[in-house]
């Protein structure tokens, strides 16, 4: 009698447990790189041609006060691996060929670890740039614990590496003449999915596309530029983005290159969606759209919101987030919460019914209350630093906070505070801190103790500053 009590237990345990992971969704993170927050056609844009994306929206949840943790690409991408602000890892600018920074796996215990030690099985497609000494790596990554590292870059990738074959990702050693790898990274999403379809997964699905330099294939930019002509003007496309102009930039939106490269991640994003349906695990599926910051400020369309990529308003920082999860999240919702990247961590633990290690600290919340339809109370202030330290652009050194409506900047090398109602003023026209000199000074109190809480690096523009006094 006791033996088969006991083995009646012992299935109904190992059915609890099949049922648990089974309930519990696979999780694909796709991110954009330096997408700006109104080059969607559901955030907007009449330009662009983004019908998957809009899709994917219309299918779940839309938000309309995301933000990155960084302006800028390292630091963004280390608060959504760690789910802590990027000052407290020491990582605040863009890592280039010469940063003596890295994602340290001592000391940063990465989502897609934490996800693993949950059963779920993890990979990355595209861009890392947590760790640019190649030769001699201390944080790809493989040493973060990813299960399969798929096109990561092997050189530093800043200035593009379009179509086939690749300079600076040797990991994709075969393909086709003309292949773009935009399109490349999406074939292997498509597989990575089909190969994995029986277990759990994580797929971290990261973009090099839309950073400098823009390129495309050349008959869709040929689309675009009829496009350009038609809204425009004939011949403007060919005088702005012709020959003559190598790196397809120009002061002006709309620009056909930046079209054509949002098309293919479109595209892709389709083309996930469809693998997904295939495998019969769309529905079972959390998928996520986000950027890593806002467009570049002279090229991409971040709309009302002012400046952009490298810079602490709003265009730097608000994001496009886009979550479907059909089982879950009803369509055609739109979220107007404010959310932070650190989020995602605790969301996604929460989702592998796992909680997270004793010794990590994690500043993000769960948003899984808002994609269950839920309202949640005010959230806590939101804070930023970016001393500049690579790029050196000194009068974009600055940290913020926003609490409520209210979003204070601190610039260092002005050593001026400026204040903003975002409820009010989105595009932050109107300076309020000589208004509100109460509230600037409780915010830039709440700033100060922020930084030191997370011992921030000062920029040194202002340390030397202070020595010749």
Same mark, same amino acid.
């Given at each position: 009698?006791?033996?088969?009590?006991?083995?009646?237990?012992?299935?109904?345990?190992?059915?609890?447990?099949?049922?648990?992971?089974?309930?519990?969704?696979?999780?694909?993170?796709?991110?954009?790189?330096?997408?700006?927050?109104?080059?969607?056609?559901?955030?907007?844009?009449?330009?662009?041609?983004?019908?998957?994306?809009?899709?994917?929206?219309?299918?779940?949840?839309?938000?309309?006060?995301?933000?990155?943790?960084?302006?800028?690409?390292?630091?963004?991408?280390?608060?959504?691996?760690?789910?802590?602000?990027?000052?407290?890892?020491?990582?605040?600018?863009? &890592?280039? @060929?010469? %940063?003596?920074?890295?994602?340290?796996?001592?000391?940063? $215990?990465? *989502?897609?670890?934490? +996800?693993? =030690?949950?059963?779920?099985?993890?990979?990355?497609?595209?861009?890392?740039?947590?760790?640019?000494?190649?030769?001699?790596?201390?944080?790809?990554?493989?040493?973060?614990?990813?299960?399969?590292?798929?096109?990561?870059?092997?050189?530093?990738?800043?200035?593009?590496?379009?179509?086939?074959?690749?300079?600076?990702?040797?990991?994709?050693?075969?393909?086709?003449?003309?292949?773009?790898?935009?399109?490349?990274?999406?074939?292997?999403?498509?597989?990575?999915? &089909?190969? @994995?379809? %029986?277990?759990?997964?994580?797929?971290?699905?990261?973009? $090099?596309? *839309?950073?400098?330099? +823009?390129? =495309?294939?050349?008959?869709?930019?040929?689309?675009?530029?009829?496009?350009?002509?038609?809204?425009?003007?004939?011949?403007?496309?060919?005088?702005?983005?012709?020959?003559?102009?190598?790196?397809?930039?120009?002061?002006?939106?709309?620009?056909?290159?930046?079209?054509?490269?949002?098309?293919?991640?479109?595209?892709?994003?389709?083309?996930?969606?469809?693998?997904?349906?295939?495998?019969?695990?769309?529905?079972?599926?959390?998928?996520?759209?986000?950027?890593?910051?806002?467009?570049?400020?002279?090229?991409?369309?971040?709309?009302?919101?002012?400046?952009?990529?490298?810079?602490?308003?709003?265009?730097?920082?608000?994001?496009?987030?886009?979550?479907?999860?059909?089982?879950?999240?009803?369509?055609?919702?739109?979220?107007?919460?404010?959310?932070?990247?650190?989020?995602?961590?605790?969301?996604?633990?929460?989702?592998?019914?796992?909680?997270?290690?004793?010794?990590?600290?994690?500043?993000?919340?769960?948003?899984?209350?808002?994609?269950?339809?839920?309202?949640?109370?005010?959230?806590?202030?939101?804070?930023?630093?970016?001393?500049?330290?690579?790029?050196?652009?000194?009068?974009?050194?600055?940290?913020?906070?926003?609490?409520?409506?209210?979003?204070?900047?601190?610039?260092?090398?002005?050593?001026?505070?400026?204040?903003?109602?975002?409820?009010?003023?989105?595009?932050?026209?109107?300076?309020?801190?000589?208004?509100?000199?109460?509230?600037?000074?409780?915010?830039?109190?709440?700033?100060?103790?922020?930084?030191?809480?997370?011992?921030?690096?000062?920029?040194?523009?202002?340390?030397?500053?202070?020595?010749?006094?």
């Amino acid at each position: 009698m006791k033996k088969t009590r006991w083995l009646v237990l012992m299935v109904v345990s190992l059915w609890t447990a099949v049922a648990d992971a089974q309930q519990r969704p696979n999780i694909i993170f796709i991110m954009a790189d330096d997408l700006g927050s109104a080059e969607l056609g559901c955030y907007g844009n009449t330009f662009n041609e983004t019908p998957n994306l809009d899709k994917l929206a219309g299918e779940g949840a839309r938000f309309t006060q995301a933000y990155s943790a960084a302006p800028i690409c390292s630091p963004s991408r280390a608060g959504i691996m760690t789910g802590q602000y990027p000052a407290r890892v020491r990582i605040t600018d863009f &890592l280039d @060929n010469n %940063a003596d920074r890295y994602l340290d796996p001592a000391k940063s $215990y990465t *989502v897609n670890r934490a +996800l693993a =030690a949950a059963g779920y099985h993890t990979g990355i497609i595209g861009k890392w740039h947590l760790d640019t000494k190649f030769n001699d790596p201390k944080g790809n990554p493989q040493q973060h614990g990813f299960n399969e590292v798929i096109g990561s870059e092997t050189k530093y990738i800043a200035d593009g590496d379009y179509f086939y074959p690749y300079d600076k990702i040797s990991t994709f050693d075969t393909g086709s003449a003309g292949e773009y790898l935009t399109d490349r990274q999406c074939s292997e999403a498509s597989e990575f999915i &089909l190969r @994995n379809k %029986a277990k759990p997964f994580f797929l971290y699905l990261t973009f $090099y596309s *839309v950073h400098t330099k +823009l390129d =495309a294939p050349e008959a869709l930019v040929k689309k675009y530029k009829m496009k350009f002509d038609a809204k425009y003007g004939a011949g403007k496309a060919e005088a702005l983005f012709g020959p003559q102009n190598e790196r397809h930039e120009a002061d002006h939106l709309d620009n056909p290159y930046l079209a054509a490269m949002i098309e293919r991640i479109d595209a892709g994003v389709g083309t996930v969606m469809e693998t997904l349906k295939k495998a019969g695990i769309d529905k079972n599926t959390l998928v996520i759209f986000f950027s890593d910051n806002g467009g570049v400020w002279h090229l991409g369309n971040n709309g009302t919101l002012r400046a952009g990529k490298s810079w602490l308003y709003e265009g730097g920082i608000r994001e496009n987030l886009i979550a479907r999860w059909p089982e879950t999240i009803r369509p055609q919702t739109t979220v107007n919460t404010r959310v932070m990247a650190t989020d995602f961590y605790p969301t996604f633990l929460e989702l592998a019914k796992t909680k997270k290690r004793k010794d990590n600290l994690l500043d993000g919340k769960s948003l899984v209350p808002l994609l269950k339809g839920k309202a949640i109370a005010e959230r806590e202030p939101f804070f930023w630093h970016y001393p500049s330290e690579t790029g050196r652009w000194v009068n974009r050194m600055c940290s913020a906070v926003r609490d409520g409506d209210y979003k204070l900047l601190y610039f260092y090398k002005a050593n001026r505070t400026e204040l903003y109602n975002l409820k009010k003023d989105p595009s932050e026209q109107t300076d309020l801190a000589a208004q509100m000199p109460g509230k600037a000074a409780d915010l830039k109190k709440k700033l100060d103790q922020w930084l030191k809480e997370v011992d921030a690096e000062v920029p040194d523009t202002v340390v030397k500053k202070k020595a010749k006094k």
